[in-house]
């Protein structure tokens, strides 16, 4: 049985798909460690834990999602298609330009603290090479 579902992917409006209604479909095209974000009674959020970290996608209240996600409607815990009404609400909710200035600022604020530890690390590792070179010289 297919399903009507909102595909949300970094860097592109949120849109209707239909999809098998298995979890072993989400999982094949999320990703495995899955988790659940409920946005009201009806409504979940499905994405992937490990998606990469520079995948940055949209802010839910004062989390940001990383990498691709479904919008899905339970119904007596089984995924059942999306109501016209939950579409609108949802396609409204995570429109791109709404994120993007957000998500903007955090990449640069990730990226920036990122990169400087990995020049610390690099300054490190050069230290520790000079006294390994200095020990084994010696």
């Known amino acids: 049985?297919?399903?009507?579902?909102?595909?949300?992917?970094?860097?592109?409006?949120?849109?209707?798909?239909?999809i098998p209604a298995?979890?072993?479909?989400?999982?094949?095209?999320?990703?495995?460690?899955?988790?659940?974000i409920k946005l009201s009674a009806n409504t979940v959020l499905i994405a992937n834990k490990d998606a990469a970290h520079d995948e940055f996608n949209r802010i839910v209240g004062s989390?940001?999602?990383?990498?691709?996600?479904f919008v899905v409607s339970i119904k007596n815990m089984h995924r059942v298609s999306m109501k016209k009404k939950d579409i609108r609400k949802y396609?409204?909710?995570?429109?791109?330009?709404?994120?993007?200035?957000?998500?903007?600022?955090?990449?640069?604020?990730?990226?920036?603290?990122?990169?400087?530890?990995?020049?610390k690390m690099?300054?490190?590792?050069?230290?520790?090479n000079k006294q390994e070179l200095f020990k084994i010289a010696a």
């Open 122 to 128: 690099k300054q490190k590792n050069a230290k520790r």
């Open 63 to 69: 989390n940001i999602i990383l990498g691709t996600f």
């Open 22 to 36: 298995s979890i072993k479909y989400i999982k094949a095209f999320i990703g495995e460690n899955l988790f659940r």
């Open 1 to 18: 049985m297919k399903i009507k579902v909102l595909l949300v992917m970094p860097g592109r409006e949120a849109q209707v798909v239909k």
């Open 91 to 119: 396609t409204n909710m995570f429109k791109l330009r709404k994120h993007q200035r957000k998500i903007d600022i955090y990449k640069e604020e990730y990226l920036e603290e990122y990169y400087s530890n990995q020049r």
